[in-house]
């Protein structure tokens, strides 16, 4: 029988993903994330699976590049400074095509910003802050049962689809001591993608739109793995044609995909006057404001988005046919916004509540947004 | 629906974010209710003023933060100023009377003026039980969680050969308000 306990969020995540079949951990802890680590060091070893302390981020995700070449499945966890430190590697995973996951525990930033103080900005450092054009796919949960259902399905997505998965989580919720039902193992879907024994060297070899095989690296024909822009068998090439297949192999194996990979929930969405667009903490308090509204007659509903890369646009859009206004929370200055703006038709009314000052918004904030809103 | 939120102030080392993830813990996993613990994480856990706000509820929570609070104990004047928002109307108030002194605006609170770390220190002999006092007062004052489970839950949470300055300490939290 599953049970409900009460976890800390940070350790919910660790759970989770050794439940995912995780069997390799490289980080170097920090604030606000540092529980992950420190559960993973003491855990791990009992389970024969291997944990290693780094030197710093940019060693961390190399590990797990590595780890994860040799079939483990890798996971490293950090907060603002450390991921910006590992957007190199995480490019060279990207093209590589090396499944792995990587924690960012949001704080305060930039710089060093407030580590102790939640923010959600780094959403568009999760999109786009390895640089070139590239697939990405990040997971947001809100909910106790959120963090450990998102962050197995980090670890799928990543072995599916052999790309990097971001799990962003919220300093409030890391540090939060809360009830959390942990399923039975078995009652959710682990993905193991079974080594391929490969016949040639062509190991990026594929249609577009398929997923590529996972390669048995050390047990089969040496195989090149590079950085630099590569042919089907993993050598660099410029060519234009080849390199115009690689572009279009790498994102397409997502975006031929998003029925599988995007996950959002809606709340009473299906009368609604205003549509609140919402992730993590930020649509704690919208959920909580949308029910307030309702008490008092406004029609309002939460769009809380899951996958919040691919960014979920087939199914706003869909709302946005019925409903004509929008209201972005986020703890920013504004960054989901833009998503919203370049998706929603001309005759979608935008409003937003954003805010960058170490304080989540609160539920009653959310209402007299939406009460103004709809005036 | 029952829904009830507490919140507990105090200065950094006193034990509060311990007793409000006990609170959660006996809630949650001995009363089958739903149960968040808030706490703030910074620096000031090593002197500065803390909070942790508790949510303890029938239904799922949706915001971890508590925003009506019915419950408000604190053990020093700085965090009581910076925390003594969002409190209910009629919110039962516990502040330690020798280190909490302004109110300012007590509206229609109950308000008690006890002992806390003095008492913990003289009656259950350390301060680091500040956390099962405040604990133990808040089962008396709120019934939020049931007596006997509370004991139950500190007998086997305590620490090898602490359960009975544990138990010493509850005797404490009870009798600090008669």
Redesign the interface.
């Known amino acids: 029988m599953s049970q409900r306990k009460v976890l800390q969020g940070n350790i919910i995540i660790a759970k989770a993903a050794l439940a995912a079949g995780c069997d390799f951990f490289a980080g170097y802890p920090i604030t606000p994330s540092s529980e992950i680590a420190q559960y993973m060091s003491k855990e791990m070893p009992k389970m024969e699976r291997a944990f290693i302390q780094m030197e710093d981020e940019i060693a961390s995700l190399g590990a797990c590049i590595g780890a994860s070449l040799a079939g483990k499945k890798a996971l490293t966890a950090t907060s603002g400074p450390g991921f910006s430190l590992m957007q190199e590697h995480l490019g060279m995973a990207v093209m590589a095509e090396v499944p792995l996951v990587i924690v960012n525990v949001m704080r305060g930033g930039p710089s060093t910003g407030m580590p102790t103080k939640p923010s959600q900005a780094d959403m568009m450092q999760a999109r786009w802050g390895t640089h070139g054009d590239h697939p990405i796919i990040a997971v947001y949960p809100a909910f106790s049962d959120e963090i450990f259902s998102e962050t197995v399905r980090a670890f799928n997505l990543s072995e599916k689809y052999w790309n990097p998965v971001i799990i962003l989580l919220d300093e409030v919720l890391a540090k939060a001591h809360m009830d959390v039902e942990i399923p039975d193992p078995g009652s959710y879907e682990v993905y193991w993608e079974k080594t391929h024994e490969i016949s040639d060297l062509n190991i990026y070899d594929r249609n577009i739109g398929e997923n590529p095989p996972r390669i048995d690296f050390f047990h089969s024909y040496p195989i090149h793995i590079d950085s630099l822009e590569h042919d089907a068998h993993g050598w660099p090439s410029f060519d234009a044609k080849t390199v115009d297949k690689m572009q279009r192999l790498r994102m397409e194996k997502i975006y031929y995909n998003l029925d599988d990979i995007i996950k959002y929930k809606e709340y009473f969405l299906d009368d609604a006057e205003v549509l609140v667009f919402s992730f993590g903490i930020s649509a704690r308090a919208a959920l909580a404001a949308v029910k307030m509204a309702r008490e008092q007659g406004i029609k309002a509903g939460l769009f809380q988005a899951l996958t919040v890369w691919p960014f979920p646009r087939a199914a706003l859009q869909e709302r946005f046919k019925k409903t004509k206004k929008v209201l972005t929370v986020e703890l920013n200055m504004g960054q989901m916004k833009y998503e919203i703006e370049r998706i929603a038709p001309p005759d979608v009314k935008k409003q937003t509540l954003l805010r960058a000052n170490g304080l989540p918004f609160s539920p009653g904030e959310v209402l007299e947004t939406i009460k103004e809103f709809v005036k | 629906m029952m829904k009830y939120e507490i919140r507990y102030g105090a200065v950094g080392g006193q034990g509060i974010i311990t007793a409000?993830?006990l609170l959660?813990?006996i809630a949650?996993?001995m009363e089958?209710?739903?149960?968040?613990?808030?706490?703030t994480?910074?620096?000031a856990v090593r002197g500065g003023p803390t909070k942790v706000d508790v949510i303890i509820s029938d239904e799922?929570?949706?915001?971890?933060?508590a925003?009506a609070i019915d419950f408000f104990l604190c053990t020093d004047q700085k965090p009581y100023d910076i925390y003594k928002e969002r409190l209910k109307d009629d919110a039962i108030v516990v502040v330690d009377s020798h280190l909490v002194h302004e109110l300012g605006d007590t509206r229609n609170w109950k308000v008690y003026h006890v002992p806390i770390i003095n008492e913990t220190k003289v009656g259950a002999g350390n301060v680091v039980l500040t956390s099962v006092v405040s604990l133990a007062l808040t089962q008396k004052m709120t019934n939020v969680i049931s007596y006997d489970n509370m004991v139950a839950h500190i007998k086997r949470w305590a620490p090898k050969g602490t359960v009975e300055m544990n138990m010493k300490a509850i005797e404490v939290g009870m009798n600090l308000i008669k």
């Open positions: 409000g993830a959660v813990d949650v996993e089958n209710k739903f149960a968040i613990a808030s706490p994480y910074t620096a799922a929570i949706d915001f971890p933060h925003q």
